[in-house]
């Protein structure tokens, strides 16, 4: 019997009259590396809102490594092994690369109430371990504002694997960065998942990063998941070519 990361079984959301989600269904093995595509529209943030518990399902369940962690917080699902990094960088300018994820990580270990000892003295070497990983090891005394974009989104990274993740969901990681930056920060995390047996569930519209880094891909149409399997399977999949009709999928996915 498979034992996955993640478990998706059954999520339905609703807006009003609009289902965002219908009736999703989808496992997550770990070290797997899986994306999730689709059209504007199709119900990706959603769903990825729904797994994280910035949103309550109003039917089905998601469970971490066996465990239901449907509804809870979202600090609580991050405590419990679960990284996110989101398609707008969200770092602190005025602070140092170093601080950013030295905050992180004391987050995470409940130190940021710590009397008497200067927070620039805490998780230091840590900090530094993981922004040598990501490549940032002469960028550390650095404020994030002064960065490139694409260090920026590095930055991130590193305060998502300050938790140490089981589990890392990616909302379209590599969304403004350029085509050499998106290969490298993709071939980064696939080599850090297969080191950690971190699962990644990842969207993206680039079919380039998707069809070049991703063990499986998920295709999600009006809410419905309406194709499972690698390239090869998705690409021949008669409702996807409906779907991103006119959009150039086909060529890309060829190319890949």
């Not at 419990?80 to 398609?87: A, I, M």
């Not at 998780?123 to 550390?140: F, H, I, K």
């Not at 080191?195 to 070049?212: K, W």
């Not at 998705?234 to 060829?254: I, T």
């Amino acid at each position: 019997m498979k034992r996955y990361t993640l478990e998706a079984e059954g999520l339905e959301k609703s807006f009003g009259g609009v289902r965002a989600v219908q009736g999703v269904s989808f496992g997550l093995l770990p070290g797997e590396m899986l994306a999730l595509i689709g059209p504007n529209g199709a119900g990706k943030s959603t769903c990825f809102n729904l797994l994280n518990g910035h949103l309550k399902p109003d039917q089905g369940r998601v469970k971490l490594l066996g465990h239901d962690i449907t509804g809870l917080a979202p600090r609580k699902v991050w405590r419990r092994g679960v990284g996110r990094t989101f398609q707008i960088t969200a770092t602190f300018g005025s602070m140092t690369v170093r601080e950013n994820v030295q905050l992180a990580l004391m987050s995470h270990r409940h130190e940021l109430a710590r009397l008497w000892t200067p927070a620039w003295r805490l998780r230091g070497g840590q900090a530094d371990t993981l922004l040598e990983r990501v490549g940032l090891a002469d960028q550390v005394a650095r404020p994030c504002s002064v960065l490139a974009y694409g260090d920026l989104k590095r930055v991130e990274l590193a305060i998502a694997l300050a938790n140490n993740p089981r589990l890392l969901l990616m909302d379209e990681p590599t969304a403004g960065m350029a085509p050499q930056e998106r290969v490298g920060l993709m071939a980064l995390v696939a080599e850090i998942a297969r080191e950690r047996g971190m699962s990644v569930l990842f969207t993206e519209h680039d079919m380039d990063v998707v069809f070049g880094h991703a063990d499986r891909v998920l295709v999600l149409d009006r809410g419905r998941l309406i194709a499972e399997g690698n390239a090869e399977e998705v690409r021949n999949n008669p409702l996807v070519q409906e779907v991103y009709l006119g959009s150039g999928f086909e060529e890309a996915v060829a190319a890949c």
